[in-house]
């Protein structure tokens, strides 16, 4: 199973120049910490870039490039686009895979995505980048709304 674990605010916002748009959310970052801790998780280039610690501890990095000059550093690995959706499917047979972001590559995998997995961050923070919402909404069902830990959750599984 792929699943894709993001926050986003009330308009579906998770991006503002390249950061997180709201302020620190250490709940937040618990919970996706405790999800994704020994698994799997799958970024694109941007995400990576903007991690302030690399790679994530206690799980294989991977992140997913068009660019022929990416190789393996930092103890992760790079996978180019087009082979990404079979790699991540077979790897998913045996690990937890997750997806990270950014709004790019969770488009772009959308069809192999499972679940979704979003933390709801109250209110609107004039965010440059957003999910697809209605993809979503078209393609998806709200399984399950609620607290975990100090965040609530929505999480949305595949029709």
């Given at each position: 199973?792929?699943?894709?674990?993001?926050?986003?605010?009330?308009?579906?916002?998770?991006?503002?120049?390249?950061?997180?748009?709201?302020?620190h959310?250490?709940?937040?970052?618990?919970?996706?910490?405790?999800?994704?801790?020994?698994?799997?998780?799958?970024?694109?280039?941007?995400t990576?870039?903007?991690?302030?610690?690399?790679?994530?501890?206690?799980?294989?990095?991977?992140?997913?490039?068009?660019?022929?000059?990416?190789?393996?550093?930092?103890?992760?690995?790079?996978?180019?686009?087009?082979?990404?959706?079979?790699?991540?499917?077979?790897?998913?047979?045996?690990?937890?895979?997750?997806?990270?972001?950014?709004?790019?590559?969770?488009?772009?995998?959308?069809?192999?995505?499972?679940?979704?997995?979003?933390?709801?961050?109250?209110?609107?923070?004039?965010?440059?980048?957003?999910?697809?919402?209605?993809?979503?909404?078209?393609?998806?069902?709200?399984?399950?709304?609620?607290?975990?830990?100090?965040?609530?959750?929505?999480?949305?599984?595949?029709?």
């Amino acid at each position: 199973m792929i699943k894709a674990i993001l926050a986003c605010d009330q308009d579906w916002g998770i991006g503002k120049d390249g950061d997180l748009p709201w302020p620190h959310n250490t709940d937040d970052l618990k919970w996706f910490k405790e999800s994704t801790m020994g698994g799997v998780v799958v970024m694109g280039k941007s995400t990576w870039n903007s991690l302030p610690r690399k790679p994530l501890p206690n799980r294989k990095n991977i992140i997913i490039t068009s660019s022929e000059q990416d190789k393996e550093q930092d103890g992760c690995q790079f996978i180019k686009f087009n082979i990404a959706k079979k790699e991540l499917v077979n790897m998913s047979k045996s690990q937890h895979v997750w997806i990270i972001g950014g709004a790019k590559l969770v488009k772009g995998l959308l069809d192999i995505i499972d679940e979704f997995h979003l933390s709801r961050i109250q209110g609107s923070y004039d965010c440059d980048t957003f999910l697809p919402s209605s993809l979503i909404a078209q393609k998806y069902e709200l399984a399950d709304s609620g607290k975990r830990g100090g965040v609530y959750v929505d999480i949305w599984k595949q029709l």
